[in-house]
């Protein structure tokens, strides 16, 4: 079906940060899959793990106790400070399963039609119940009628949260990101983030963070939140965590981690060894290669030396980011620069809300493919910016 405008090259091959189409003309990733092979391409140590487990067991179904399963469980837990583990295949999928606990939790408080605080800008998947809580009028046309039980409220604005706080009797949980990778890349303040702990405490909402695109270690910390030093309810996962085997994951703890009774849901596919075993294995390389200080160092001095080289161009309105995930808001529409940066700079890149060009590493780049990054970025700007103004 025609649901991507697909650039018309053919990646063949990768090895890290890099990419090899058919006719041999490699490529410099700057997007990972959209934050997803955070280890690179091509692994050898995720292939031998996929090689090996697929030649013992690749699916048996939940009906059964799934060893790989019960470790990535645990490994995550105890990594986001959470108690229990669902295991799904996407992101959408794991925010789906945070949007049923959020409705089990209502329902356990008396609330018959519990409502969700989401945010303007947020972006959570293209599920019926995800894409009604993205804050993304793009994302919601033609898919009405959307499905209820969610207000929305501005990112990062405190007084907004408290007007709610205040106003609504039948909020019953938050679902927000630590920082918005769909939305722009905006990242949320940390007295924001500790009022948000504050008032979902005061008020039993349930905070759930969808950390699918900024968590296992992308901004400098395993997870976003954990920079603000607040502890979520319940933390969703996918994205980076099967270095582009699909897999998700819905954590919570205490009272959000019991709401589930067996029946109230499930997956087929979800947390079968294959897909576990090589969550397992990208946990390890994570830690054994300390890749969560190495993204905070490198995306220090991949945003610095973007400000550095763009900021003569008044047509930059903004470059923001956090660890390696950068956004350079330009001030006018851009999405012609995907195309761009691959023809002109065999670079790989994206843009998102039309201005805003989105930069998504893998976590194993060295110091010199960051630097090679932001010197294709800064000519790729300043020859659009050259050209428009001409
Ligand atoms: C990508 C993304 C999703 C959706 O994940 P899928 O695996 O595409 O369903 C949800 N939330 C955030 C923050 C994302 O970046």
New binding site residues.
């Given amino acids: 079906m025609q649901a991507y405008a697909r650039e018309p090259v053919v990646f063949d091959r990768g090895r890290g940060a890099h990419l090899w189409d058919a006719d041999g003309r490699a490529y410099l990733d700057a997007i990972a899959g959209?934050?997803v092979t955070n280890l690179g391409h091509a692994h050898p140590e995720i292939a031998e793990a996929i090689a090996d487990q697929a030649q013992r067991l690749v699916h048996t179904s939940n009906l059964y106790s799934i060893e790989w399963q019960e470790r990535l469980g645990r490994r995550l837990c105890s990594l986001a400070g959470m108690q229990r583990a669902f295991f799904c295949n996407?992101?959408?999928?794991?925010?789906e399963t945070a949007l049923k606990l959020a409705r089990l939790h209502g329902h356990s408080r008396g609330v018959a039609s519990p409502r969700v605080l989401v945010m303007e800008n947020g972006?959570?998947?293209?599920?019926l119940a995800?894409l009604a809580a993205t804050g993304n009028p793009a994302v919601h046309r033609g898919f009405e009628p959307l499905m209820p039980g969610f207000v929305r409220v501005p990112y990062d604005d405190i007084d907004a949260l408290r007007r709610v706080a205040n106003e609504t009797g039948d909020v019953v949980a938050v679902l927000i990101?630590s920082v918005?990778?769909?939305g722009g890349v905006r990242v949320a303040s940390t007295a924001y983030l500790r009022e948000l702990r504050r008032l979902c405490r005061e008020n039993d909402w349930l905070l759930m963070m969808?950390?699918?695109?900024?968590g296992l270690g992308r901004t400098g910390a395993w997870f976003g939140y954990q920079h603000a030093g607040v502890l979520p309810d319940v933390v969703?996962v996918?994205?980076g965590l099967g270095n582009g085997l699909p897999i998700?994951a819905c954590l919570a703890r205490d009272q959000a981690a019991e709401l589930f009774v067996p029946g109230q849901h499930g997956s087929t596919f979800g947390g079968n060894p294959l897909a576990c075993r090589v969550g397992c294995v990208v946990l390890d390389l994570i830690e054994r290669e300390r890749l969560v200080s190495h993204a905070a160092v490198l995306g220090r001095r991949l945003l610095e030396s973007l400000q550095a080289d763009l900021a003569d161009q008044q047509a930059v309105l903004a470059i923001r980011g956090h660890g390696l995930m950068v956004g350079i808001e330009l001030d006018r529409p851009c999405p012609e620069l995907v195309t761009r940066a691959l023809r002109e700079q065999q670079l790989l890149i994206n843009v998102t809300r039309d201005k805003t060009i989105r930069l998504l590493p893998a976590l194993i780049c060295a110091q010199a493919e960051i630097d090679d990054i932001a010197d294709r970025v800064v000519r790729l700007v300043r020859g659009f910016l050259r050209v428009a103004l001409a």
């Fill in positions: 959209v934050a996407s992101g959408a999928e794991a925010n972006f959570h998947g293209r599920t995800t990101e918005q990778g769909e969808d950390e699918v695109q900024a969703t996918a994205k998700g």
